[in-house]
């Protein structure tokens, strides 16, 4: 039995295909059609389906539409919005509506002949971390920006059964909020990231008591926000709205436009962010550990990205036990659907776990022969790829590594990844040189031999979630000086542990470098310059010609810069 699930609501459209329950495949749009996030987050096009992701998904199993017996869209047009806030926006609900709902007719004029399920959106984020996680029973907490209505669900699971149990109604939203001030730092909505890697140069209680002021915890982990002054509607996604009077007033400041100096008043805006966001995912996690008998917590939901309230939550909280979905953001919601719909809905026992996040597609060697030949590139093939690569990093080179699946999510875990040396104390500049221009505050990550993790990082509590880049540890005091390079200001890093079983070859490269520099540990960053990260050789090689990347490691192939200029 075949089961696809859909994302393509707002944004991050993605498809995953189960066979039986197991994961054959699953992709986002992005890395197909090269528009980031897959399309632009509109109310007229949630039937602007993933079709490449799909197609992959199904020629990955050698199906055709017409043999997949059930689909399931991770949103629901028949749960309405919170009715306080959408009398004024009643007309882009009808849009919304209308036009989710010919998606199952519009499926069947194409051959599917199976059974359509509308999957809430937040219990496709919780199926999508539950369903896959190690845990018979567990508690699950889903913060994102926007669903049907909510912006925060409670879940509990059990037997193989999703409830929910709570809800926290839009427009008080974590995901928003941080949009909202990706925005008023003077960045595009979609870049959480770039502000929690500055709040980590401010001080987070400067702005503490304004922060309060737009954002209230109240009792029963629910917390309420000032809208009067956020307007989080208004916000878009690119460029800003510049409607931001009322924190401008707050704060005293005006909002920060693209391409101005940061000053210390927006590191600490960012800083007190995180912190609120901290103690508000820290409490949200306790009010959930009281409601359900469980010492596992599941987290999905945009928030979920975020690796430092991720390791407060866990660290600081009740729970033992701690699963988070790779794909936490939109991306994830198509597996969860599929999940769902197979565990749930049809009450399938068998549960298979997720121990990593290569799902994408891959490439043979010949694939790549084929098109490095297509460019008359020099190259060469090697039996031994991971300690050529392990030698030309500890020599100060960048290398593009491209090897077997695609990972799913917004993380390059080692198959689409760009490695360099972690003890240069100057990498960063070397790579704002050489390939992508990242402000100074965004960290670069370290990938860690699994079993070497806790000599290099203070782990309190283990967790999965850190193979997958999703938490932020301490880096040991005795241990900052060695590794320079993928220590964050604030002494941390974003790590990635990574397990043998999980990825050897990247393992096996890890494991080269640790014995030509004494370190088990590379610097990770995404392939990618400002585009989607690569998905196929031709990607790869695009962005290798276009930047100054030293080398390219594709499959068993290793092509150098300089022999290519
Ligand atoms: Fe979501």
Not at 226 to 254: A, C, M, W
Not at 523 to 537: H, Q, R
């Amino acid at each position: 039995m075949y089961i696809l699930g859909i994302n393509a609501v707002f944004h991050e459209s993605a498809a995953c295909l189960l066979e039986n329950g197991k994961i054959l495949a699953s992709a986002e749009e992005e890395r197909f059609n090269r528009i980031k996030h897959g399309k632009p987050a509109n109310l007229d096009n949630p039937d602007e389906l993933p079709w490449q992701a799909i197609q992959y998904c199904l020629d990955s199993a050698g199906v055709e539409l017409k043999q997949i017996g059930h689909i399931g869209y991770s949103f629901n047009p028949r749960i309405k919005s919170n009715p306080l806030f959408t009398e004024e926006y009643k007309d882009d609900e009808d849009l919304l509506e209308k036009t989710l709902l010919h998606i199952p007719e519009k499926l069947k004029e194409i051959g599917f002949q199976g059974e359509f399920h509308w999957v809430n959106h937040h219990t496709a984020h919780a199926a999508s971390a539950y369903y896959v996680s190690p845990f018979q029973d567990a508690a699950i907490l889903v913060v994102d920006g926007t669903a049907e209505s909510s912006s925060t669900s409670f879940f509990s699971a059990k037997n193989n059964q999703l409830k929910l149990l709570q809800e926290i109604l839009y427009p008080a939203s974590l995901g928003a909020l941080w949009e909202l001030f990706s925005v008023f730092l003077g960045f595009d909505g979609y870049d959480a990231a770039k502000v929690m890697g500055l709040a980590a140069y401010g001080n987070p209680n400067r702005y503490a008591e304004h922060f309060k002021q737009i954002v209230r915890m109240v009792p029963n982990g629910q917390f309420e926000m000032d809208n009067e002054l956020l307007h989080v509607e208004t916000i878009e996604y690119y460029p800003p709205s510049g409607y931001f009077q009322g924190l401008e007033e707050l704060f005293s400041i005006k909002n920060r436009e693209p391409g101005q100096a940061f000053t210390p008043a927006h590191q600490d805006i960012a800083a007190s962010l995180q912190a609120i966001t901290d103690d508000i995912v820290l409490d949200m996690t306790q009010h959930l550990y009281q409601l359900v008998q469980s010492d596992n917590l599941c987290l999905a939901g945009g928030v979920a990205l975020n690796c430092v309230s991720n390791t407060v939550a866990f660290e600081k909280g009740p729970f033992t036990h701690l699963f988070v979905q790779p794909a936490a953001h939109d991306g994830g919601t198509a597996l969860g659907s599929a999940f769902y719909i197979w565990n749930h809905v049809l009450g399938n026992e068998p549960r298979e776990q997720m121990t990593h996040a290569y799902l994408g597609p891959s490439f043979t060697d010949s694939d790549m022969d084929n098109i490095l030949q297509k460019h008359q590139l020099i190259y060469k093939r090697t039996d031994n790829i991971e300690k050529e690569v392990a030698q030309l990093i500890s020599e100060n080179n960048i290398v593009g590594f491209f090897q077997g699946r695609m990972e799913l999510g917004p993380r390059a875990l080692g198959n689409r990844s760009l490695l360099a040396d972690p003890r240069h104390p100057n990498m960063r500049e070397i790579f704002n040189l050489k390939v992508k221009h990242r402000e100074y505050f965004r960290p670069l990550a370290p990938s860690v031999l699994h079993e070497e993790a806790n000599n290099w990082f203070t782990i309190t509590k283990e967790t999965s979630a850190a193979e997958f880049m999703l938490m932020a540890y301490p880096v040991k005091p005795s241990m900052k000086e060695k590794i320079p390079a993928v220590v964050h200001v604030d002494g941390t890093s974003r790590v990635q542990r990574v397990k043998k079983e999980a990825n050897p070859r990247y393992h096996q490269l890890i494991s080269e470098f640790y014995r030509i520099s004494g370190v088990p540990i590379v610097l990770n960053t995404s392939f990618n310059d400002s585009e989607p990260i690569v998905c196929t050789p031709q990607d790869a090689i695009n962005t290798f010609l276009a930047t100054e990347i030293d080398y390219l490691a594709m499959g068993n192939f290793l092509v150098s810069k300089a022999d290519n200029r």
